[in-house]
C-alpha cells in the first residue's frame, strides 16, 4: 500500500485557509445602523415583550433578555424568520434582512442587565 503525504507547508495552508474562513463566516454580520433599529424595535413592538431596554420580561409570557445577547447574527434573523416560540413570524416581505440587522445592531448596542448595586435600589 503506498502512503500518500501532504508537505507540511501545504497542510498549513490548507488548515489556514478551513478555519479563517470558517470564522469569517461566522462573523458575516451585515452593517446594521442602531438608531434604525431603535426605531423598528419600537414601533414594530419588540419591546413590548423583550422591554424597552431589551432586558426581557413576562407581560406577555416569558422573554428573553436580547441585550448584549451573544446569539450571532444567522440566530437571531432565524428566530425572527422562524420563531421557537409565541414570537410573531417576520418574513422578509415584512421585515428586510436590513431592518434586522438594524435591529441586531441596536440589541447589541444596549448594556445589558444591570447588577442589583447599580439600579440605584439600594442605597448605602
Request: glycine content about 12%.
Amino acid at each position: 500500500m503506498r502512503k500518500f503525504r501532504i508537505p507540511l507547508d501545504a497542510a498549513l495552508t490548507v488548515a489556514t485557509v478551513l478555519v479563517g474562513g470558517a470564522s469569517a463566516l461566522a462573523q458575516d454580520v451585515p452593517p446594521g445602523n442602531p438608531v434604525d433599529g431603535k426605531r423598528l424595535y419600537m414601533s414594530v413592538g419588540c419591546f413590548l415583550c423583550h422591554g424597552r431596554a431589551g432586558q426581557g420580561g413576562t407581560l406577555n409570557g416569558p422573554a428573553p433578555s436580547l441585550a448584549q445577547s451573544q446569539m450571532p447574527f444567522d440566530g437571531f434573523k432565524g428566530q425572527l424568520r422562524q420563531p421557537a416560540n409565541d414570537m410573531p413570524v417576520y418574513t422578509e416581505a415584512a421585515m428586510s434582512d436590513n431592518q434586522i440587522a438594524d435591529i441586531y445592531a441596536f440589541v447589541q448596542s444596549l448594556p445589558g442587565p444591570l447588577q442589583t448595586k447599580d439600579m440605584g435600589i439600594f442605597k448605602d
